[in-house]
């Protein structure tokens, strides 16, 4: 039951980023990670909204959040990238671009 009630937040707060509602959005991305720690994709989509909203350093943790559960997913890396270039935090911001290249080039950032 609970994947049935994570599913259905998340896919009301796409309906809300879609529609440009960005603060209903993160609420409701923010209560898909309370019921679920280790949803990727409520993860990713919670920091992506957070950057759009300005909350830089919020969804670096985000992104580092999906970094950790996925750590061979290229779009990951590059949305963790974009955040820190945002924050000004270029060293990091290389290292993940670093990451995600390796990723484009089919190799992997860590061995399953």
């Known amino acids: ?9 998340f896919d009301d707060a ?16 923010r209560r898909c990670v309370a019921l679920d720690p280790d949803f990727f994709d409520g993860w990713h989509a919670l920091g992506m909204c957070l950057l759009k909203l300005g909350e830089v350093k919020e ?23 974009q955040m820190y270039v945002r ?12 990451n995600a290249r390796i990723l484009s080039l089919g190799g992997r950032v860590v061995r399953e």
């Open 1 to 9: 039951m609970p994947d049935a009630e994570r599913e259905r937040l």
């Open 59 to 81: 969804a670096i943790g985000c992104g580092l959040q999906a970094t950790t559960l996925r750590p061979n997913d290229l779009l990951a890396w590059t949305a963790l990238s």
């Open 87 to 98: 924050d000004g935090q270029i060293g990091e911001a290389e290292a993940a671009k670093a």
């Open 14 to 29: 796409n309906g809300c980023l879609a529609l440009g509602e960005l603060e209903e959005a993160s609420a409701l991305y």
